[in-house]
């Protein structure tokens, strides 16, 4: 039982090890994407136009990829071309925007435009990537364990985000010069390392079964998209509140996302504005504040599953904390811990109805803090 349970552990983390490369590469681009920018010269009102690409290539790309993988017909499998593809495709815009203004041979104009245009195919690239490792997932694992899958692709999750808020507060120029000559530089090497490295462990010690031919009933992408709008309109009225709501929630989301590493950098910088170096330690420091936003967010995906039930997971909690035939003191124990859950626990709607609810109180706090430590403390809630 023991050797079994360590097997299903051993799958779930190579299953899922290339999510934490992915998120470690989205981590670099959410939390250093905009002062990057404008240290490139681009005005804030067109920083904002570029982050428009991040929910665009979500609502085209991975539908698409989905659509598109789900009749792949290679030998490697239906997922896998699409995961090494886009991991290429990935890789190389990190390259670009690493060395932009060396490819734009020191023209200002030149370089904006590059790094815009990398922003645009890394984001339809990550998203490809995303796509296709959720599919991967959801192919590979029967329905019995979908759930124990989804919980280690939150896991790995969290462990990107740390890993790469945490690099972005380090001088990494000082730390490995032999990556790069400026923090961006070697920033994006070791994003793209550490994601060729965990997409490589995915694909090889994932198996894929490769598929025969094409569902005979398979259409075309724009046939696709008219089936999506179509579905869209005949899904229960429960599914398109759920889906109102996250609506709305990504609306706060996404600027979250996007301008919480500028938003500590700008408050770090007026406090220290005779600084010459305040531009450069600002951004470190707001990256500090993304890193512990990222240990917050690992400790809670640890510890609010056991605090929190579905309707499936209520009935076995309250089976398990009812009396039963095993007198020991070790199922005594064991009966009153889960007794103690069952009390303790909440519903996954009201759980995310206090998320929700804290997340709206936390970015109304934003225009009434004035200081780095409030604004952190505001970032890690």
Not at 261 to 266: K, P
Request: glycine share 8%.
């Amino acid at each position: 039982m023991a050797s079994s349970g360590l097997a299903d552990a051993a799958q779930y983390a190579t299953l899922t090890a290339a999510i934490a490369g992915l998120q470690f590469a989205w981590a670099v681009e959410t939390g250093f994407g905009s002062p990057y920018l404008l240290s490139l010269g681009l005005r804030k009102s067109l920083v904002s136009l570029v982050w428009l690409a991040g929910p665009l290539s979500g609502l085209v790309t991975q539908p698409l990829v989905g659509v598109l993988s789900d009749r792949c017909t290679s030998r490697f499998g239906r997922r896998r071309p699409y995961i090494v593809g886009s991991t290429a495709c990935t890789l190389v815009c990190l390259a670009v925007l690493g060395w932009t203004r060396e490819l734009a041979g020191g023209r200002e104009r030149a370089a904006q435009w590059l790094a815009v245009v990398a922003f645009y195919f890394l984001d339809f690239s990550v998203n490809a990537l995303q796509g296709s490792l959720r599919a991967l997932v959801v192919d590979v694992l029967p329905a019995a364990r979908q759930a124990a899958g989804t919980a280690w692709a939150s896991r790995m999750l969290g462990i990107g985000n740390v890993c790469g808020y945490l690099m972005g507060f380090l001088d990494l120029a000082r730390l490995l010069p032999f990556l790069g000559s400026t923090h961006m530089q070697v920033l994006t090497t070791v994003a793209s390392a550490t994601l060729a490295a965990t997409v490589a462990v995915t694909c090889w010690f994932t198996a894929e079964v490769p598929l025969a031919r094409p569902p005979a009933s398979a259409a075309g992408p724009l046939h696709m998209f008219s089936e999506l709008l179509s579905s869209l309109r005949s899904l229960p009225r429960v599914i398109k509140g759920v889906l109102r709501v996250q609506l709305l929630a990504w609306v706060g989301w996404f600027p979250f996302l996007f301008y919480g590493t500028t938003y500590v950098a700008h408050m770090h910088v007026a406090h220290h504005a005779d600084d010459p170096d305040a531009d450069q330690q600002g951004a470190r420091v707001g990256s500090l504040a993304m890193f512990v936003h990222a240990v917050v967010s690992l400790a809670a995906s640890l510890a609010l599953p056991i605090v929190t039930y579905s309707t499936a997971t209520g009935r076995a909690r309250r089976r398990a904390g009812s009396p039963g035939s095993a007198p020991s003191a070790f199922g005594a124990l064991q009966r009153a811990l889960h007794r103690a859950l069952a009390r303790l626990s909440v519903s996954l709607q009201t759980m995310w109805a206090i998320s929700l609810m804290l997340f709206s109180a936390a970015m109304l706090l934003t225009v009434a803090v004035s200081t780095v430590g409030g604004a952190s403390a505001l970032l890690a809630t």
